[in-house]
């Protein structure tokens, strides 16, 4: 994880979707600003804000979920 400005940086849903689809690397920032990198495996919403996600990243050292905000 590597902390980031975090109000400067925003999770675009377009773009997750299409790294997801395309099996590239891509970065998520969590609430606290860390930044998770790796390939998308899964995204699922956490309730019906549709602002709130957990995100499945998986790099070449671990396989997480990471709650996100993301529009």
């Known amino acids: 994880m ?3 400005n975090y109000k400067t ?3 675009n849903l377009d ?3 299409a790294a997801m689809r395309a ?3 891509h970065c998520v920032i969590d609430p ?3 930044s998770h990198v790796g390939l998308i495996n899964g995204v699922m919403r956490e309730d ?3 602002k709130n996600w957990i995100v499945t990243v998986t ?3 671990a396989t997480e979920q990471v709650f ?3 529009t």
């Open 2 to 4: 590597i902390q980031t």
């Open 9 to 11: 940086v925003t999770n």
């Open 15 to 17: 773009k997750i979707f």
């Open 23 to 25: 099996g590239k690397y």
């Open 32 to 34: 606290s600003g860390n």
């Open 48 to 50: 019906g804000s549709g």
């Open 59 to 61: 790099n070449r050292t």
């Open 68 to 70: 996100i905000h993301a």
